[in-house]
């Protein structure tokens, strides 16, 4: 049985191909692409070196969460794509499940897997080793550290992505402490080992989805499920569109978009800057329709701690469909990972919309520049997000 295994859920994510439970070619995700560039041609190339193609393939393995918003949803619309493309079955597996698999003792234990969800909280499971399986013992939740250890017991295994501070807390209580990063050979190796003990069946693509254990950034600051897409009609449009990476194909039609949206746009040339981007600062997000045509866009840069919004508009018969706020949060995931204490912007002082929506994910305002922009002139508010003080996590 050939098995193409995807680990999305951290930061920065691999692939795996296993023959029969044996890996024969694993690969890390580069860390300085994005995860939707970065996926295909890694797939791609290690295939090739394995010397078999996608028509070999028998089983695609996914591990499922909790993780990553970001890297969950990418690594889920790949691996569903591949199923339907080549015609075989998806085997989903908890990433808590992979992190205990994978210390799991000879003689048999209990292994408490873990992975930092960041904002003082952790996704938890506890499993059971025995007899070459492990079994669910405890749900997975996502609960704050300070709340797991009195649960804690010198009988258990702490593995997972443990903050240093938090490793030591659990060596305070007579634990072991074993730092592990869950891995695309270990989805491969869980799921064959699963599949043939009967213990799993591989599924159809309908019937796989992501364990997230926690809402988004936006769904958190909003204060509502699925704030990330407008209800109703609007939240069912919106629901079609992906965020990637804006490319030279798109700019026609983010141009057009800008040009529509703005009384002093950008130019051509500077949307250009941004793609070429030397110092490899440069976020520049597009917002596709079903059928890949950009109808929103986000330009931003990150470096130094720190993170600036430069440019966030929508097609003007698609706004207040939620759009703006996805593209806004795919950006702040972004943020968040690359460890941004604050996030900056500017808007014209008549924008109160754009300042009210700025708002609703933490903002606040930082100043005032007298006659900022042209055409008209008008000042500019400055608005500020503290990352560090911000209750939401982006996940």
Known sequence: MLILALETATIPGSAAVARDGEVIGEIELPRDKYISEALLPAIDGLLGRAGAGPEDLDVLAFAIGPGSFTGLRVGLATIKGLALVLGIPIAAVSSLCVIAAAVSPKGGGIIRAVIDAGRGEVFS??????????????????????????????????????????GARARDRGALAAPLRPSAGGVARLAFDRMAQGD????AVDEVSIR???????????????????????????????IDRMGASDLPAVLAIERASFSNPWTMAQFKAELADPHGVSV??????????????????????????????????????????????AFLDKARAAGVSRVHLEV????TRAQLFYRRFGFQGAGR???????????AILLTLDMTKTVASIG
């Open 200 to 203: 799993m069946r591989p599924m």
């Open 369 to 379: 520049r007298p006659a900022y922009y042209r055409r008209p002139t008008e000042d």
């Open 284 to 329: 520049p997000l597009v917002a596709r329709n079903a059928d890949g045509r950009p109808v929103g866009f986000l330009c931003g840069r990150i470096a130094a701690g720190e993170a600036e919004i430069l440019d966030l508009a929508v097609e003007a018969d698609r706004r207040r469909w939620g759009i703006g706020m996805r593209l806004l949060t």
């Open 125 to 166: 499971g506890v499993f059971r080793a025995e007899a070459g399986r492990v079994e669910t013992i405890e749900e997975e939740k996502r609960i704050r550290w300070a709340d797991l250890w009195p649960d804690v017991s010198s009988e258990e295994i702490i593995a997972g992505l443990i903050p240093e501070s938090e």
């Open 212 to 242: 997230y254990l926690k809402p988004s950034w936006a769904e958190e600051v909003l204060g509502e499920r699925g704030a990330v897409a407008s209800a109703g009609k609007e939240g069912a449009q919106a629901s079609g569109v992906v």
């Open 348 to 351: 014209r002082a008549s924008n």
